[in-house]
């Protein structure tokens, strides 16, 4: 079902969604609610002009990662055309082939109803094209959840692709297998504005840092010993801080929030390995059933994504929990006993 050699791809595009959310990635979150207004009223003024220049979504590139798992048998992007944030897409959509579909918003701000309109072809198109063999679904939304899960019921090797920050966990685990469109090969990841809170904390922290007095110092008589609050820092003074205070805690709630990508990673890997050894007494395993099993837990998976060149390189990164042993082409992992050597 994944060969990329005689692959029939059909593949889905919530043009809205994934502008919106690329838009929200590039300027901060919930931007394009607040700019919403002001580009349907002048799309051409120089400030909108620029903010949506600077987020503009490489159509190309998602075609082209489709493209790798076989023909594209029909490309189609929903969206109100009409919407100046959509329009200028027209052409370089037309370029490649792609259908467009036209969604009327049934009312100002409501969903213009891709989501089912996209599932009722796609299921269509699935008992239409007996051959089709992969689908992709370019949205971020939950609501793409059970067509995921009905593709691949009907035998279809379904490929996800949304914006880091703005998809589903749902749908990401509906899919088997999923990738960020921030990581596609040609998407330049431009830089990300800096709210004005931000900038003036670091101009503030630039021009004087303010140490304070040892604790023991600032502890007024009769009150307990603080000095123990000198010793979880480990020393006599308190840290230094800017001028601008906590107040600005909110700056950065556009970032992700998720732990730490290089031990979630380390943790799906150990756990991929921990279930195939429990099938294989053995407890070798060859990397690329182990590749397949952590991309099955998590479609998102990617080792090029996280640096590496190849699995065998991430694996060699990983050698305090797992241990890969290299006979010619033949590439075998097993979860390192931490209780004994080799």
């Known amino acids: 079902m994944t060969d990329t050699q005689n692959g029939r791809v059909a593949v889905y595009l919530d043009f809205d969604n994934i502008v919106l959310s690329w838009y929200d990635r590039v300027h901060g979150r919930n931007s394009y609610a607040r700019d919403r207004q002001r580009i349907a009223e002048d799309p051409t003024h120089p400030e909108t002009a620029a903010r949506l220049a600077a987020a503009r979504v490489d159509v190309g590139a998602i075609i082209d990662y489709a493209s790798s798992f076989g023909t594209l048998v029909l490309t189609r992007a929903y969206a109100d055309w009409s919407a100046p944030v959509n329009a200028d897409y027209r052409s370089q959509l037309v370029a490649r082939a792609v259908d467009l579909v036209q969604l009327f918003p049934a009312a100002a701000y409501a969903k213009n109803g891709a989501d089912i309109r996209l599932a009722v072809d796609t299921v269509e198109d699935m008992f239409r094209l007996s051959d089709l063999t992969h689908v992709v679904i370019v949205a971020g939304d939950s609501d793409y959840v059970p067509l995921a899960q009905r593709c691949k019921r009907l035998g279809r090797y379904v490929v996800g692709i949304g914006v880091a920050g703005s998809t589903a966990k749902a749908l990401t685990a509906a899919c088997d297998e999923f990738a960020s469109y921030d990581s596609l090969p040609g998407v330049e990841l431009p830089k990300r504005e800096q709210p004005a809170k931000q900038q003036k904390r670091e101009k503030a922290a630039s021009r004087e840092k ?3 007095k040892p604790v023991e110092d600032l502890a007024p008589s009769g009150l307990a010993d603080l000095t123990d ?9 308190l840290a230094p801080f800017d001028l601008e205070g906590p107040d600005d805690a909110h700056v950065g709630d556009d970032e992700e929030t998720h732990d730490d990508p290089e031990i979630a990673v380390t943790g799906l890997l150990i756990r991929a390995l921990w279930l195939g050894q429990e099938k294989d007494d053995s407890g070798w395993l060859h ?8 991309r099955r837990m998590d479609p998102s998976f990617s080792e090029k994504a996280l640096g590496f060149r190849s699995f065998s390189d991430f694996l060699k990164s990983r050698s305090d929990v797992a241990e890969l042993e290299e006979t010619g082409h033949e590439r075998l ?5 931490q209780g004994q050597e080799g």
Do not use: C, E, I, Y
């Open 210 to 212: 303010v140490t304070l």
């Open 287 to 294: 990397s690329s059933a182990v590749k397949q099993q952590m």
């Open 229 to 237: 609050l000198a010793d979880f820092r480990g020393t006599g003074d």
């Open 333 to 337: 992992v097993r979860l390192r006993d």
